[in-house]
């Protein structure tokens, strides 16, 4: 299926809901957006205040749309005009990402890779179940969450806040700048910044200021190597060591709270925490 969307002056904001299958992105001049479907896949689209939001789903067996619950139901590739804020919610399936300048980008993916090329944006978050993302980013502000994966970025230009968390999977940085503040906390896991080897993290904390650490970095692993390159020259003016207790994400924090103050019951905070992924952080609720 080939169509176009027209995009209203009023829209600010594009969310688009995938269902099933790989999606590419791809920056657009003019005030539409242009899509290429799989076959086995259907659209609709609607305007809600300053926001347009694209529904992608998979034809009935009658007929009549629903939504995928996983699958592979055909490739989505969508050209959309520059400048937008950008939600994205795939279900599955890997996700492609070119050459787009917008103001907040936000991405949620249950399972698939993620590969974004040459991003500008404000504020950038991506939270993902289950697969890799491989980023070539310019933000001010960013936010990464990644459950199970690698994840590996470029981060260019300066003055930007990053904060990267994960149980399970390696971290990779590069960078332009030479002033980086870094505050690096895992479970297990081996640390090393431009190629020099600086422990293994094993309920650690490492703390490294470079140049003044204009530029905010942390890094939150449960298990996982961490690797950071910077800029050209680099002089490490402060390394610390700090003994800290495990990386615990933000949303069990939320749960475990709730079961503290008595408003849930102890199983279903272990359900909450096993629906999230986190089925290894049960054992929290004991401390």
Sequence with gaps: MVGTIPVGEGVRRISIEGAGGDINIYSEEGNEIRYTLGE?????????DDKLVIRIFGKGLVGFPFFSFGGHNGDIELHIPQDKS???????????????????????AASGDVSIENLICNSFKAHLTSGDIDIDLSTKNGNINCRAGDIRIKLRGEGWNMDISGVSGDVDIDTES??????????????????????????????????????????????????????????????????????????????????????????????????MGYEDLTNLLEE
């Design 40 to 48: 086995n896949l259907e659209l609709s689209s609607e305007v809600i």
């Design 86 to 108: 950008i939600d994205l919610n795939i279900k599955s399936g890997d996700m492609g990402f070119s050459k787009y300048r917008g103001d907040e980008i936000s991405i949620k």
């Design 178 to 275: 030479n002033s980086i503040d870094i505050d690096i906390r895992g479970i297990n896991g081996d640390v090393s910044m431009n190629g020099n080897h600086l422990g293994s993290g094993i309920f650690k904390t490492k703390h490294l200021v470079t140049n003044g650490g204009r530029n905010k970095l942390k890094i939150n692993i449960v298990s996982g190597d961490v690797s950071i390159t910077t800029g050209e020259g680099t002089e490490e003016l402060n390394i610390r060591e700090e003994k800290t207790g495990p990386y615990i994400p933000e949303e069990v924090k939320k749960v475990k709270e709730m079961y503290s103050a008595g408003k849930i019951t102890k199983e279903d905070a272990i359900k909450l925490i096993e629906v």
